[in-house]
């Protein structure tokens, strides 16, 4: 049976200030068009609406990260236009509709931002507005930003205003001549025209009026001028009326036409202003959560099992407050496991004892609204209720005292609290007689546990302190108070009851000792061990805190000598590789020269090309044997950083493509890359080589091939004899889809001279299918080449006839 009607604020909205925290977040809208849906944010108990929230709130912030936030900020709200557009038969003012186009320029802005994004529930959300090009196309840019109609909102308005400026420009020329002559004749006050009534008129003396033949309109205080319309310009300023008023009732018509237009689309704007207020609103709650480093929290469904966690929480409007001082709030850290549902929280006066019951159950109704919260973890149960007894309650007008407004407001909690409910009380058991109090406080909170609400209660009382800590669901905490300094700490520490240090405090502020002593003696025996047991207790606490400390210095002490480890390890390994790169270098140079030297002899001494050939293929072989031999000393040289160093779990299977593997005499690990027949290719860091399947063992998970290697590539290594017919080669590609013929040709000719030069055997040329036009001219080059010792199609498992396989003489 529910008694929410006894309890006005089921979520005590006002006791935890959470209007407060709703206008602390008004600060991070970008403008008005949100105000309204941030004024009706209220804690919820649907959770799936919750978590959407929040989740939209989470994408944002990652938003954020990456871009600056849509610019809403010149949006005004139009809901109450769009409300009164629904009256048939009313019009929107020329600024009221330039409102109303913003919104679908800034909806049509929104449309193109979140368009197949990360940012699924954004892009779900603005997905939900309509597509209005059509209606911008139609109206943008025909009132401008002053509210004026521009002249191409219709061609009527157009002629007319240029009907509107030739004959104003008549009347003027009309009058500066007229202006002339009366000059001369010192008719006029001043040489200038002006302007009454709507009309051009001159300014002319009084005494000199007869001469000028027109209507008066009016004259000056003084009465020296008279502003006279002559009549040579009555006939052109009625023409000037008439258009005017003509150009005015255009524009009324076009301000209904395009009313008419945005009325037809008036639910589309309704519901565009809504989701750009929730899409303000989501980056308002991203902008709070960077500043205030706050998480999203994680909320369950209440129940036997439902745990409440909080690390590092602070009250948001404790951390606005201290930071105005350049200070920062003192987190709180608070567990609650089953079966734990009751915490007893005690300590000293101004320990933080309510800031601590405030910032629990005020982080429970920001969860709740959908709200980021201020702290590292929050797992919180889905509560059906928060019910706070906080503060004085005392009122004179309704007779009540402090005691009698606390058991009121008791009463009422205790009759609607269940199991799905947060209670938090305040000082229980104060304000009367201390044993009355103590026993009715352990009965209420009696009540509360039976009920299996989670509660949360402060106090001053002993017995209180004794009852947490005989009753398996509850648990005592204390606030932290630093008794050499008489300064609150504000840390709450679970599993300890409180010291209320009262006479301590008093001793240190100067009280006569004596008078501190006779109050110590008068102590209940009981009282006083207690007092001195956990005095022991929070002296244990404090040096077990001590030594955590201590450790975790020691432990980041160690992973900065690991991290400088790691990272002089490198700096040497890259020095050794820059060294060896360019000893590499001297010596390919070195060979190179002496291999066409000896290049150039053998040429000289043989008549026929064909040996010439094999001994430039034989060189290269040389070359990338040489290249082979001087990168195993380099990985040998460097060895293997630390953490590689450990010899990882060897796989007894074959080598696959990804593969991390070991080579024999190789202490670096490396991937495979690819495989053919017989063999592998390795990469190692960036070297690449082929070996046989026998020297690669298979390395278990977790193993990383080297992320530094010699800036170099090696061509494949071919067996010294071939065989032809071998399908199972691979053969080196290359792919020319795309190309024209004389393109193709060019590529696939120097392709052939590089492959000849580096001893490859046998080749892939990938031309596609089409309409064969690109095999055919590739097919008449490859009959008449000189490298070329036959080609033919490619088999299936290589492209089939999309692909033609090549062979090079030896």
């Known amino acids: 049976m529910s008694h929410d009607k006894d309890i006005p604020d089921t979520f005590s909205r006002d006791t935890l200030e959470f209007p407060q925290i709703l206008e602390l977040l008004s600060h991070f809208l970008s403008g008005p068009v949100s105000q309204e849906r941030l004024a009706a944010l209220q804690p919820s108990t649907n959770i799936e609406s919750i978590r959407r929230d929040l989740e939209r709130a989470g994408e944002a912030r990652e938003y954020l990260r990456e871009t600056s936030r849509p610019s809403l900020g010149s949006l005004k709200d139009p809901r109450s236009l769009l409300h009164r557009l629904a009256v048939e038969g009313t019009f929107c003012s020329a600024l009221e509709i330039l409102t109303l186009l913003d919104v679908a320029r800034a909806a049509q802005d929104l449309r193109g931002l979140f368009v197949k994004t990360p940012f699924t529930r954004l892009d779900q959300l603005v997905a939900g507005m309509a597509d209005f090009r059509d209606l911008l196309r139609e109206m943008d840019g025909k009132i401008l930003p002053d509210g004026s109609v521009d002249s191409s909102a219709s061609p009527a308005l157009a002629r007319l205003r240029k009907s509107i400026e030739r004959t104003r420009q008549e009347v003027q020329s009309t009058l500066e001549k007229l202006l002339r002559r009366l000059s001369k004749e010192g008719v006029l006050q001043d040489a200038v025209v002006s302007i009454r009534n709507e009309r051009f008129v001159l300014p002319v003396r009084t005494e000199e009026k007869r001469r000028v033949t027109g209507v008066v309109h009016g004259g000056s205080s003084s009465g020296s001028t008279v502003f006279l319309e002559p009549m040579e310009t009555v006939p052109l300023n009625n023409d000037l009326v008439e258009l005017q008023e003509r150009e005015f009732a255009e524009v009324q018509r076009i301000l209904a036409e395009f009313s008419d237009r945005l009325r037809a689309r008036r639910a589309d704007l309704l519901s565009a202003a809504e989701i750009l207020s929730e899409m303000d609103l989501a980056f308002a709650?991203?902008?709070?959560?960077?500043?205030?480093?706050?998480?999203?929290?994680?909320?369950?469904?209440?129940?036997?099992?439902?745990?409440?966690?909080?690390?590092?929480?602070?009250?948001?409007?404790?951390?606005?407050?201290?930071?105005?001082?350049?200070?920062?709030?003192?987190?709180?850290?608070?567990?609650?496991?089953?079966?734990?549902?009751?915490?007893?929280?005690?300590?000293?006066?101004?320990?933080?004892?309510?800031?601590?019951?405030?910032?629990?159950?005020?982080?429970?109704?920001?969860?709740?609204?959908?709200?980021?919260?201020?702290?590292?973890?929050a797992r919180l149960p889905l509560f059906g209720r928060v019910l706070a007894d906080i503060g004085d309650q005392q009122s004179i007008e309704a007779s009540l005292s402090t005691f009698s407004a606390h058991i009121t407001n008791i009463e009422a909690m205790a009759r609607a609290a269940d199991r799905c409910d947060l209670v938090l009380l305040d000082e229980l058991g104060g304000s009367t007689d201390p044993s009355e109090g103590a026993a009715l406080a352990v009965a209420i909170l009696e009540h509360f546990r039976e009920r299996g609400a989670i509660t949360f209660a402060t106090t001053h009382h002993s017995r209180l302190k004794a009852y947490a800590a005989e009753t398996a669901q509850a648990i005592n905490a204390a606030v932290d108070f630093d008794e050499a300094t008489l300064q609150p700490t504000y840390r709450l520490l679970l599993g300890l009851p409180g010291k209320s240090s009262g006479l301590d405090i008093a001793r240190r502020l100067g009280l006569e000792p004596a008078i501190v002593e006779k109050a110590r003696a008068l102590l209940d025996p009981a009282e006083a061990q207690?007092?001195?047991?956990?005095?022991?207790?929070?002296?244990?606490?404090?040096?077990?805190?001590?030594?955590?400390?201590?450790?975790?210095?020691?432990?980041?002490?160690?992973?900065?000598?690991?991290?400088?480890?790691?990272?002089?390890?490198?700096?040497?390994?890259?020095?050794?590789?820059?060294?060896?790169?360019?000893?590499?270098?001297?010596?390919?140079?070195?060979?190179?020269?002496?291999?066409?030297?000896?290049?150039?002899?053998?040429?000289?001494?043989?008549?026929?090309?064909?040996?010439?050939?094999?001994?430039?293929?034989?060189?290269?072989?040389?070359?990338?044997?040489?290249?082979?031999?001087?990168?195993?000393?380099?990985?040998?040289?460097?060895?293997?950083?630390?953490?590689?160093?450990?010899?990882?779990?060897?796989?007894?299977?074959?080598?696959?493509?990804?593969?991390?593997?070991?080579?024999?005499?190789?202490?670096?690990?490396?991937?495979?890359?690819?495989?053919?027949?017989?063999?592998?290719?390795?990469?190692?860091?960036?070297?690449?080589?082929?070996?046989?399947?026998?020297?690669?063992?298979?390395?278990?998970?977790?193993?990383?091939?080297?992320?530094?290697?010699?800036?170099?590539?090696?061509?494949?290594?071919?067996?010294?004899?071939?065989?032809?017919?071998?399908?199972?080669?691979?053969?080196?590609?290359?792919?020319?889809?795309?190309?024209?013929?004389?393109?193709?040709?060019?590529?696939?000719?120097?392709?052939?001279?590089?492959?000849?030069?580096?001893?490859?055997?046998?080749?892939?040329?990938?031309?596609?299918?089409?309409?064969?036009?690109?095999?055919?001219?590739?097919?008449?080059?490859?009959?008449?080449?000189?490298?070329?010792?036959?080609?033919?199609?490619?088999?299936?498992?290589?492209?089939?006839?999309g692909a033609t396989i090549v062979e090079l003489k030896l």
């Open 285 to 377: 709650k991203a902008e709070f959560a960077r500043q205030y480093d706050c998480c999203l929290p994680q909320l369950t469904e209440a129940g036997p099992a439902s745990s409440l966690v909080l690390k590092d929480a602070r009250h948001p409007l404790l951390e606005r407050t201290l930071r105005s001082q350049k200070r920062r709030p003192v987190p709180i850290t608070v567990e609650i496991d089953p079966p734990k549902t009751l915490v007893v929280i005690s300590g000293p006066n101004t320990g933080g004892k309510t800031l601590a019951l405030k910032t629990v159950g005020v982080t429970a109704l920001m969860a709740q609204a959908g709200l980021p919260v201020p702290a590292s973890v």
């Open 530 to 801: 207690t007092a001195v047991l956990v005095a022991s207790l929070h002296e244990q606490q404090a040096a077990l805190e001590r030594e955590l400390a201590a450790l975790d210095e020691e432990r980041k002490a160690l992973q900065t000598h690991e991290f400088e480890s790691k990272r002089r390890f490198e700096a040497e390994r890259r020095a050794k590789l820059r060294e060896l790169d360019t000893r590499l270098e001297e010596t390919l140079q070195l060979y190179q020269k002496r291999w066409e030297k000896a290049l150039a002899d053998a040429r000289g001494q043989l008549e026929t090309s064909r040996p010439g050939k094999r001994l430039e293929r034989q060189a290269a072989a040389l070359q990338r044997e040489a290249r082979e031999e001087w990168n195993t000393q380099v990985l040998e040289a460097l060895g293997a950083p630390p953490e590689q160093q450990a010899k990882p779990e060897v796989i007894d299977r074959p080598p696959a493509v990804g593969d991390s593997v070991r080579l024999t005499n190789l202490p670096t690990p490396g991937k495979v890359i690819g495989l053919a027949g017989d063999q592998v290719e390795v990469e190692v860091g960036r070297l690449r080589m082929r070996v046989r399947r026998n020297e690669v063992r298979v390395l278990g998970s977790g193993v990383r091939d080297s992320g530094v290697g010699v800036r170099i590539s090696l061509p494949p290594r071919e067996s010294q004899t071939p065989n032809p017919e071998s399908q199972g080669e691979a053969a080196a590609e290359i792919n020319v889809i795309g190309s024209t013929a004389e393109e193709a040709l060019e590529r696939v000719d120097k392709f052939l001279d590089d492959s000849y030069m580096a001893g490859r055997f046998r080749l892939r040329v990938v031309h596609g299918h089409g309409k064969n036009i690109l095999k055919t001219r590739l097919n008449e080059m490859f009959a008449s080449h000189p490298h070329v010792e036959k080609f033919y199609p490619a088999p299936p498992r290589e492209g089939g006839t």
